[in-house]
């Protein structure tokens, strides 16, 4: 079955807010074999909200509809969805007692703003917010299916996960899709496209690939659908394990696994440690790991060396080889994966150096050089990149693909 | 005028991909003075791409689409546009030539998927992609204009700025609208909402205020149109004005400034430098830092000590001190910031330890207290926080509001 999400919001539509609701709200009903077909964003607009509104529901049974639900001016979306279904708002109790005691555990009274969180929709099925003052609401019609949510990001993700996953399911019984999600990196897409040329000639008909290119990663994603649930996931098992085996050395992880997940869990299964030392890729590299629950368990720490002075300081690099082979040299960043290595006591560690940009390119070492050192108790080995001229893509670049060096160092060292 | 945007791909519905396009679009038409009134997300299906061209065309005269043009076999953009328009795909030799010459430059042979990157809608303008290999189409039928870009958010943007932007500000001559954003941090929505209640009653008609929550940030947008530019940017000067004077212990900055680059420019300017140590941000302050351009000119570098040990070798701390208060107190931090100071012989630390989450916390302190220590020629002192239960959100707001911290340390030290 199909559904349609509309998100409603000028800060989106002007791009001062990127919408992650809606990717969220697709991943979490592609979870549940709910098809998403449609995201419509719009303004705060009355006019625009009852045209999409009115729109979605011509093609779809469901339409999920965020924003527009807080307490400030702009606000419109209650009033509008009341008009469309023809009825009027009222004080819902329990909501008014919800909104009351969130407010007094910040020490703050009600105002005249924030009662208004406590209407919704007549005859609309209410969601308690556990996560913020405006409810979610939940209108049933015809056998049509409107829900309401606020913008706020966990505001929407607690109601969904709560309330309107589970709903929906009960309502709506949808059929099975499944969907694979294998991750490459080392390709380009259409050296990758060539690689699998004779794997998707072979694809059964109920499975369709597709290409997620996120550079340095490549999601190749199978989908299956069906009724039977068993029979389509033994055939994925099957896609899955031919796609693995027909380019076993690009393929590093599955689903929604990050690198740093990955190399996390390995580390962690081996009881080995990490460090790094880190100079153009200032602190992301460590910011990734970290962002892992539990990363405190293989992670040891970083030196940020941003200066010269702490490169030679703090991670013991010869002053002459940043004299003479420069901070970006394959010479440095061994140095400073040893360095590191053995100031932190770790089993391994990673090093960067390199010219993020957009200025400090020259002709020998132009923007977007970068030398990534991996050291290990079998010693240290430096690997080469020549990136583009985006700053932030040159630094997320360089992480995960040090990250990815890493990986195969320990599987190596195995 | 109004434009919109067709955004296609499975990825996007599924929310594998966020669509960071759209909001990148809006934020470029928003500058030219043209309102993106809807964005529709779409799978790569002919009659859904159909559909949403024909209902776009209805409504407006200029539609973007972007997706579905790479050289794998799920793209299908480019074949229904034809369709649409009612002609047919020709080969373009220029943008062959272009093909070919990228795919030497990487040491790549012309192969069969690649040579259809040559293949555009007859009649259509054609737009040389610099950044990879399918070029951008602008069809004009009846005055509406519908232009197609890959989805690459590298080649769409180049796309954009170089030839679609000045085509559209020449075809259309576009209305004025201006925005002025200012961003606030140190209070919640409604709060905000409750200090702005008498500004918001006196603002002049042609004059709208927006929340834009994204925490710790919120940024209040003010949007002004009409005809006459020079008298809209006078009006928005003084109601600005007014704004900042309004709520002055809030405002930071304004537009598109993150806190990072508001703290760079004002350490800069002051020939002052920055070192950071960080436990629970984990390199993440580090890394908003390093992502300005130009940063190595005032930040030296960061001990990320995840470990307790480093904590006591790297940065001094007093190991009784993590032994007796722990390492997420307000001596630890206040010892990590005067650590880091001397060792890297900076002006200013940072110093921020906390339990991030989602495990880690007692009753004394649970998930989200974090310690943030900041260190300068004056001394040092410490804060504390009481996030939630989010580990990345916690990791964000920790490392915004430190610099906001430090923002403030920078300012009293004038």
């Known amino acids: ?27 979490e009903m592609s979870r549940i074999g709910v098809d998403v077909s449609r995201v419509t964003v719009i303004s705060d607009k009355e006019d625009e909200i009852i045209s999409a509104l009115e729109g979605a529901r011509d093609r779809v049974d469901l339409v999920l509809i965020t924003g527009g639900l807080g307490p400030t001016r702009d606000d419109i979306t209650k009033i509008t969805i009341a008009k469309h279904f023809g009825t009027k708002l009222v004080e819902n109790s329990e909501v008014l007692e919800n909104v009351k005691n969130r ?20 005859r609309a099925r209410v969601f308690m917010n556990n996560w913020g003052t405006a409810p979610g609401m939940w209108c049933d019609r015809d056998n049509k299916v409107v829900v309401s949510m606020p913008g706020v990001p966990t505001e929407m993700k607690g109601l969904m996960k709560e309330y309107v996953l589970p709903a929906i399911v009960e309502k709506f019984s949808p059929p099975v899709i499944i969907h694979r999600t294998i991750l490459t990196t080392g390709v380009i897409e259409a050296e990758l496209a060539d690689l699998l040329k004779n794997f998707e000639d072979e694809l059964p008909g109920e499975i369709k690939l597709a290409y ?17 649930r068993k029979k389509l996931e033994t055939i994925l098992d099957k896609q899955e394990d031919k796609l693995n085996k027909t ?36 602190g992301n590299i460590s910011h990734l790991i970290t962002s892992v629950p539990g990363s405190s368990e293989y992670y040891v720490g970083s030196v940020v060396a941003y200066s010269n002075k702490i490169k030679i300081n703090s991670l013991g690099v010869d002053a002459k080889v940043l004299d003479n082979q420069g901070a970006v040299s394959k010479e440095a960043v061994m140095q400073m994966a040893v360095g590191v290595k053995r100031q932190m006591e770790t089993d391994f560690s990673i090093a960067v150096s390199g010219i993020a940009g957009p200025d400090g390119g020259t002709e020998d070492k132009p923007v977007g050089t970068v030398w990534i050192g991996i050291a290990s108790e079998r010693g240290a080995y430096a690997y080469r990149l020549s990136l583009g001229n985006d700053r932030a893509a040159n630094i997320h670049m360089a992480s995960v693909i040090s990250l990815n060096l890493l990986r195969k160092s320990i599987l190596k060292s195995d």
Do not use: H, Y
């Open 103 to 122: 407010l007094k555990a910040r020490g703050k009274e009600l105002n005249e703003l924030n009662r208004r969180q406590a209407l919704v929709p007549d």
């Open 212 to 228: 997620l290119p996120s550079a340095p990663v490549i999601k190749l994603r199978l989908s299956a659908r069906g009724k039977d």
């Open 247 to 282: 380019i076993p050395d690009l393929v590093f992880g599955r689903e929604t696994e990050s690198m740093e997940q990955i190399v996390g869990d390995m580390l962690r299964k081996r009881n080995m440690t990490l460090s790094t030392a880190e100079s153009c890729t200032g």
């Open 1 to 27: 079955m199909n559904a349609e999400i509309i998100s409603i919001g000028d800060e989106l539509l002007i791009g001062q807010t990127v919408n992650t609701n809606a990717s969220w709200m697709g991943q």
